[in-house]
């Protein structure tokens, strides 16, 4: 069982960052797949990057290759998405989550893999 909470959002001119935090509890977090969500209002919920649950392998959706970053501390029970050079159209709700692959790395795009789900938090853009 893990259970996560998102935090970090907030409004942000266009151009500039933020970093949202995932605070997770349970003791299966480090063999866990973390990824990011966002869903905008109206829209799907739509994959943003995931990281190994040793934190050496990321990979991101190319909406936001190269201005998102994500990383882990695994000794905190912590995960990170920092964001930068951000646009209006990155505003949404923003969800981390976890999937359980003991300690594999695969790449998990989908939203129907992930086991547990962060409450989300609102990002906003401003032009």
């Known amino acids: 069982q893990v259970q996560l909470v998102d935090s970090g959002g907030g409004l942000v001119q266009a151009g500039g960052s933020l970093r949202l935090s995932c605070a997770a509890s349970?003791?299966?977090?480090?063999?866990?797949?973390m990824g990011w969500f966002r869903q905008a209002p109206g829209k799907e919920r739509e994959f943003v990057g995931a990281i190994s649950w040793s934190g050496r392998s990321t990979y991101y959706a190319d909406s936001v290759k190269g201005r998102f970053t994500i990383s882990r501390d695994n000794a905190k029970n912590t995960v990170f998405l920092q964001m930068n050079s951000l646009k209006p159209e990155d505003t949404a709700v923003y969800f981390c989550?976890?999937?359980?692959?003991?300690?594999?790395?695969?790449?998990?795009?989908?939203?129907?893999?992930?086991?547990?789900w962060g409450q989300g938090t609102q990002v906003t853009v401003s032009s």
């Open positions: 349970g003791r299966t977090f480090s063999s866990c797949t």
């Open positions: 989550a976890a999937d359980v692959t003991g300690k594999t790395w695969k790449v998990t795009t989908r939203k129907e893999e992930y086991e547990y």
